[in-house]
């Protein structure tokens, strides 16, 4: 590899992580990139920050011609707490409360289970932005007893985990020197709860463990017992010597000083002699502009979904590509949504050279932003972008009351390799007009053959000056938008009425509103005819 082609893979955060692990791991055969969630209920877009944190490392990885094992974590062998809103049949789900979250029935009737329901709404949302991990389900591996040797480990050196775990805790919350630790916990294999306490270990496989719920006491063997499992600030670091995890990204609760993730550093050196995996803090995420209906849909969480209907698959990765991972920022559903867009079609722009770049590094980082950001390779035809931006195809939907085959139609110059992402643009735009966008955004065309069609209350003067307008649009073709705003200027002017009263009675005849887009570009994006037909009600 140049030294060019070093520099340019290093300007991306991604690829200066990817080198970090080369560097610190070596040259390996295999590059485990670890990420996972408990899923308690609906996963959010904060969550997906680390799903797609450790994609993007793993792109750079596998960009450096390393083989790379991508492995998400469903940590389904964890306690049901809390019944979430948005699930139907609360009374049912309060009654599974403190079993498995793998054990706790799907009350949707769509899937096997509760956890399984929260599975395959993410499952089913990855590979649309691009990402395809291996699947881990930890009730499974903890069933087939996997863990076997990972929890007598544990269980063997008790007191040393005792230490470790007390190490980072001050005085008021370490465990006392009389207090007895066990880092294993269980579901009693009769009522399913885990309402139980350790109570004899053998030194071996044996662990016995009694249900302070049910008051069955049981002799479990470490060999074939499904009920017993690690707590979670040891069952993690256990799972990295397991796995060989050697990139894992965590939150920064997770990852504040003397915090979960330094205590995981130790237990997998000192008790699993693994060293811990090359890790990095992401912030969390915001939203902004939210409506009403979209966070009431998925349970007061804004999910990957919820984004997808707003922002097309490239843009969803690109908010993430083109920010630090230990960066606070809020996604946007309110007016920002254009400048996103926009921000976005920009790096398209410079990515395929269309723009020219500051300077040479800009142009690296920009392109290398945008190569992260496609869900496949980086097309070789620079898809369409509307000119006047996102903004004007927003008015172009609007205009053809969301008609995405008749924008299509308006524009000529598309290509068919580029039609597809150009749709699903248009329907993330008309999915963002119509369900986000502020109310003086909006506008709809009116239409004189409509029943309840309504001539705007408009003065005779300003009747006048339609009329007028009327008598210019055999040109509209052919003039272009600064001359015909010019003409516009004019008949007002004519009519001894100011500009603004002569656009807003325009505004009102077209769309009922005091003021909408820039007129001239709009009576062009509406046509001669369709403009004939409303303005001639007036005459």
Same mark, same amino acid.
């Given at each position: 590899m140049s030294n060019n082609n070093e520099k340019t893979k290093l300007v991306h955060w991604a690829d200066q992580c990817a080198d970090k692990i080369i560097r610190e791991r070596g040259d390996l055969d295999l590059y485990t990139c670890a990420s996972g969630i408990t899923p308690s209920g609906t996963v959010h877009i904060g969550n997906f920050r680390e799903i797609i944190s450790?994609?993007?490392?793993?792109?750079?990885?596998?960009?450096?011609?390393?083989?790379?094992r991508f492995i998400y974590s469903w940590d389904d062998y964890d306690v049901f707490r809390k019944v979430p809103k948005n699930m139907p049949e609360q009374e049912t789900l309060e009654n599974h409360l403190r079993f498995p979250i793998t054990l706790?029935?799907?009350?949707?009737?769509?899937?096997?289970?509760?956890a399984r329901h929260h599975e395959v709404d993410v499952?089913?949302?990855?590979?649309?932005?691009?990402?395809?991990?291996?699947?881990?389900?930890?009730?499974?591996?903890?069933?087939?007893?996997?863990?076997?040797?990972?929890?007598?480990?544990?269980?063997?050196?008790?007191?040393?985990?005792?230490?470790?775990?007390?190490?980072?805790?001050?005085?008021?919350?370490?465990? @006392?020197?009389?207090?007895?630790?066990?880092?294993?916990?269980?579901?009693?294999?009769k009522c399913n709860k885990d309402t139980t306490e350790m109570v004899e270990y053998d030194g071996e496989y044996e662990l016995t463990y009694k249900c302070t719920s049910c008051g069955h006491v049981e002799k479990a063997d470490l060999r074939t017992s499904k009920e017993i499992k690690l707590g979670w600030r040891?069952?993690?670091?256990?799972?990295?010597?397991?796995?060989?995890?050697?990139?894992?990204?965590?939150?920064?609760?997770?990852?504040?000083?003397?915090?979960?993730?330094?205590?995981?550093?130790?237990?997998?050196?000192?008790?699993?002699?693994?060293?811990?995996?090359?890790?990095?803090?992401?912030?969390?995420?915001?939203?902004?502009?939210?409506?009403?209906?979209?966070?009431?849909?998925?349970?007061?969480?804004? @999910?990957?979904?919820?984004?997808?209907?707003?922002?097309?698959?490239e843009i969803a990765r690109y908010l993430f590509a083109g920010t630090r991972p230990n960066t606070e920022f809020s996604i946007s559903f309110d007016l920002d949504v254009i400048k996103t867009y926009e921000d976005y079609d920009k790096t398209e722009r410079i990515a395929y050279g269309v723009d020219k770049a500051k300077n040479d590094d800009v142009y690296a980082k920009e392109r290398r932003i945008y190569e992260l950001s496609q869900v496949d390779a980086m097309p070789e035809t620079m898809p369409y972008q509307v000119v006047g931006g996102f903004r004007h195809l927003c008015n172009l939907l609007q205009t053809n009351s969301g008609d995405i085959d008749a924008v299509v139609a308006t524009l000529g110059d598309i290509k068919p390799e580029q039609l597809e992402r150009f749709k699903t643009r248009c329907k993330c735009a008309w999915y963002w007009i119509t369900q986000c966008a502020p109310e003086d955004f909006r506008f709809a065309l009116k239409n004189p053959d409509a029943p309840d069609y309504k001539k705007a209350d408009i003065s005779e003067v300003e009747a006048n000056c339609l009329k007028q307008i009327c008598e210019i649009l055999p040109e509209l073709d052919t003039i272009e938008e600064k001359p015909l705003s010019q003409k516009l200027y004019d008949i007002a002017q004519n009519a001894g009425i100011e500009p603004k009263a002569l656009f807003t009675a325009t505004y009102q005849a077209l769309i009922g509103k005091d003021q909408g887009p820039r007129l001239a570009s709009f009576m062009k994006v509406i046509g001669k005819e369709r403009l004939e037909k409303i303005l001639k009600t007036y005459c």
């Open positions: 450790v994609d993007l490392v793993v792109r750079a990885l596998r960009s450096r011609g390393k083989n790379v706790v029935p799907d009350t949707t009737g769509r899937d096997s289970s509760y499952e089913s949302q990855l590979p649309r932005v691009g990402i395809n991990p291996e699947y881990l389900y930890q009730s499974e591996r903890y069933r087939a007893n996997m863990y076997t040797e990972g929890m007598k480990i544990a269980l063997q050196n008790r007191n040393r985990l005792k230490e470790i775990l007390n190490r980072y805790r001050d005085d008021a919350h370490k465990m @006392s020197d009389d207090e007895e630790y066990w880092p294993t916990a269980a579901f009693c294999c040891v069952d993690w670091p256990m799972r990295w010597q397991f796995e060989k995890t050697l990139f894992e990204p965590a939150g920064k609760d997770h990852h504040s000083q003397g915090g979960s993730f330094d205590t995981a550093r130790l237990v997998a050196k000192e008790i699993y002699n693994w060293e811990a995996p090359v890790s990095f803090r992401y912030d969390f995420i915001g939203t902004k502009g939210l409506p009403g209906k979209m966070s009431s849909s998925s349970g007061n969480v804004i @999910s990957l979904p919820d984004v997808l209907n707003v922002y097309q698959p």
